[in-house]
């Protein structure tokens, strides 16, 4: 079965640092990756997905991710974070049909 | 607005009550998830529909558990003799073949 594994729970930084999340998955198949987002008080949004081919995606505000198939990782970065990006960001993965998630990092970037 | 609707938001319940949920998932999506949410935690699967057809349900769902999409549209999911650890958010998503998940704002439920 897959499961995916969020390595930061809580993540402070300030505004204009750089994000980084650790995701791992464990997936013997082919995996569709996926990282979404939830600011507070809202319902889950998709930042970026991939599926095949480059591995580096870009996807909204900025965010991007990158799929290392050898280290089953899929990372997700911002060069440079917003106070508006505070929120709890889940990384996922599918294989047959069903999203599983991760734990999720809080993040909080203070102004 | 994602355009998945969940009713009601907030259901506050006593211990050993029933409860109902309801999902109506974006009109042309042939495909409808339940999940489960606590606090510190992500989405935990419960099951999901194709059109009208359960396809999969999750060991976390016990026989209090029972969900249902007659119509292929919308769904709901119910909860016989409610506990305490039923406590969480539970949220429905749907999409169409392989296209993104659209998820909506949930149904929080507190048992007391």
């Given amino acids: ?111 | 607005d994602t355009g998945v609707s969940q009713n009601p938001r907030h259901k506050i319940t006593k211990r050993g009550q029933n409860v109902t949920f309801r999902c109506d998932p974006i009109s042309e999506h042939n495909r409808l998830y339940w999940y489960r949410q606590t606090l510190g935690q992500g989405p935990e699967f419960l099951t999901y529909f194709q059109n009208e057809a359960q396809l999969e349900k999750s060991r976390l769902l016990s026989d209090r558990f029972s969900a249902e999409r007659p119509k292929g549209s919308f769904s709901t999911l119910e909860i016989q003799r409610t506990e305490q650890g039923d406590s969480a958010m539970y949220l429905c998503a749907s999409k169409e073949g392989n296209e993104k998940l659209f998820f909506g704002s949930g149904t929080q439920l507190s048992v007391l």
């Fill in chain 1, 1 to 111: 079965a897959q499961s995916v594994s969020q390595h930061n729970h809580h993540v402070i930084l300030s505004e204009a640092a750089s994000l980084e999340l650790g995701c791992n998955y464990s997936y013997g198949g082919t995996v569709n990756l996926f990282w979404y987002v939830q600011y507070p008080g809202q319902h889950l949004q998709l930042l970026l997905k991939y599926f095949s081919g480059d591995p580096l995606v870009k996807g909204i505000k900025g965010f991007e991710a990158e799929f290392i198939k050898s280290k089953f990782s899929f990372n997700l970065r911002k060069p440079s974070v917003q106070w508006s990006d505070t929120a709890e960001y889940f990384c996922a993965v599918t294989g047959f049909q069903k999203l599983v998630f991760g734990t999720g990092t809080r993040l909080l970037v203070s102004p």
